[in-house]
């Protein structure tokens, strides 16, 4: 079965560090371009990272810039988000997707062939 397998996540004081995981069963993430996004609660989703699969290119949302990371690891066939400097504001249920032939950079959501289940991420004291 073709699928993104998340872990990490959970409930983190504001200012802490998490990083969550994005796996690839049945699959390699070698040609395929792999993003992050987010949706809270009665937000749309958001486009938060991405990272193309030649290392070469990389996006970052403004609202993450010097505290999100996108990393990958083609050897563990698994990519990385790592958040510091955490604020409420970042709580929401975090995906990861991937893309093998995006028309633009960064690809919008609908061209993504695979997603991830989904992990909730709470920013609170």
């Known amino acids: 079965q073709l699928q993104l397998v998340q872990s990490g996540g959970g409930l983190v004081q504001p200012g802490r560090s998490l990083r969550l995981s994005c796996a690839a069963s049945?699959?390699?993430?070698?040609?395929?371009?792999i993003g992050w996004f987010r949706q809270a609660p009665g937000k749309e989703r958001e486009g938060v990272l991405c990272?193309?699969?030649?290392?070469?290119?990389?996006y970052c949302a403004d609202s993450v810039k010097g505290r999100f990371t996108i990393s990958r690891d083609n050897a563990r066939n698994t990519v990385y988000l790592e958040m510091n400097n955490l604020k409420p504001e970042d709580t929401a249920v975090y995906y990861c997707?991937?893309?093998?032939?995006?028309?633009?950079?960064?690809?919008?959501?609908?061209?993504?062939?695979?997603w991830g289940q989904g992990t909730q991420v709470t920013v609170s004291s």
């Open positions: 990272i193309s699969s030649d290392f070469g290119s990389k």
């Open positions: 997707a991937a893309v093998q032939n995006g028309s633009t950079w960064p690809p919008p959501p609908d061209e993504y062939d695979y």
């Open positions: 049945g699959f390699t993430l070698d040609y395929y371009a």
